[in-house]
């Protein structure tokens, strides 16, 4: 029996099961070409958070459209000042991920622990 043979699939199956990064740009909602080492964690947040941004800015010209947009909005915003903060703190040694949520507005939710009212 060939003795490379066993070494050679455990090899084949290490390879299979290593996470592969990613060559070149990922794409994110706006069809724009984002830097590799963005942190995929991040990613995921960027492309949510997009759509967010995208509903919240459409207008609600009537009864119906509105409430569609306050489901997107509820379904696509609720969470992601927290998300955000959590984001910058944990990854502040990765400057391209950093810059990628400098987009972002820190607090956009209507009850985000983040904003402030000030007493009249």
């Not at 070494?7 to 990064?21: E, G, H, N, R, V």
């Not at 070409?33 to 800015?57: K, L, S, Y």
């Not at 609600?60 to 909005?73: A, D, H, M, P, V």
Request: with cysteine; charged share 25%; net charge negative.
């Amino acid at each position: 029996m060939n003795k490379a043979a066993p070494f050679s699939m455990l090899l084949i199956m290490l390879t299979a099961c290593t996470p592969q990064k990613t060559l070149g740009p990922w794409i994110d909602n706006f069809n724009d070409p984002r830097d590799p080492a963005i942190v995929q964690e991040a990613r995921a947040f960027i492309i949510n958070r997009q759509g967010c941004d995208h509903f919240r800015g459409e207008p609600g010209y009537n009864e119906e459209r509105q409430k569609f947009l306050n489901t997107q909005i509820e379904k696509l915003c609720a969470g992601t000042d927290k998300q955000l903060a959590q984001l910058r703190s944990r990854y502040a040694d990765s400057p391209e991920t950093i810059k990628a949520l400098a987009d972002f507005e820190d607090c956009i939710e209507y009850d985000s622990i983040c904003s402030t009212t000030e007493p009249e």
